[in-house]
């Protein structure tokens, strides 16, 4: 039986990758984020997410480049084959941040796909 790696285990590790990438990058600038606000007209609403993210199993790393949102990092367990359903649950995320990072990356540890946040499209190899 293939040993699983568990979710916390590859958001572990891909921190350690992105901190890498960005090593111009303080530490604040990647943060596992269990609150959201989202606004609905006038009012704004508070919501702790990590009661449902918890029992999903589920945690979202966001990468900052110079205090803004740059990236929603949504991992999934390396047994599960990535699916539209989690770019789309990364682009959600990414929808409330204000202002919405550009970035949803998706990786189940085997497979990552970086995807522009606005429209789910690949991302240009050769974009800034």
Known sequence: MAIVVPEAQLQAYVLGLAREAFPHENADSFTVETRLKVRFGR???DHNGS??????GRADLL???KGRPLAVVEL???DKALSDKDLKQGQSYAAVLNPRPPLVIVSNGNETWIRQAENGEPLDPGAD
Do not use: L
């Open 63 to 65: 990468i900052f480049h």
């Open 43 to 45: 009012s704004e609403h």
């Open 76 to 78: 999934k367990r390396e």
């Open 51 to 56: 009661a449902f993210w918890e029992a999903e």
